[in-house]
């Protein structure tokens, strides 16, 4: 079974930083690549940022400058680093990764239990 955990959310003031990690566990055959959504009360889930498995990444342009995706050097874990956080970063932040189950022979989205980020002004 696959499993996504996710850390590292909490309350932080405006201007701060703060580091989510997601850690991939259970039976994966290949990861073929991993990002981070969040979703404010009351609006869409959104894609925020991802890493292909080659290394390649793509940001919203509301957070583009402002947080950095990376991966460890086993391509299991995923980061999220946020400096200058701003009030409308608040949401819930969930890690996402595709990937192939080893018992699947196809590619499938797997989600963290999502963590909540507040920042305040």
């Known amino acids: 079974q696959v499993q996504l955990v996710e850390s590292g959310g909490g309350l932080v003031q405006a201007g701060r930083s703060l580091r989510l990690s997601c850690a991939t566990s259970?039976?994966?055959?290949?990861?073929?690549?991993m990002g981070w959504y969040r979703q404010a009360p009351g609006k869409q889930r959104e894609l925020i940022a991802f890493?292909?498995?080659?290394?390649?990444?793509n940001y919203a342009d509301s957070v583009k400058g402002r947080f950095s995706i990376s991966t460890n050097s086993g391509k299991n874990t995923v980061y999220l680093q946020m400096n200058s956080l701003k009030p409308e970063d608040t949401a819930v932040y969930y890690c996402?990764?595709?990937?192939?189950?080893?018992?699947?022979?196809?590619?499938?989205?797997?989600w963290g239990q999502g963590t909540q980020v507040t920042v305040s002004s």
């Open positions: 259970g039976s994966i055959f290949r990861i073929n690549g």
């Open positions: 996402n990764a595709v990937l192939k189950a080893t018992a699947s022979h196809r590619w499938d989205n797997y």
């Open positions: 890493i292909t498995n080659d290394g390649s990444t």
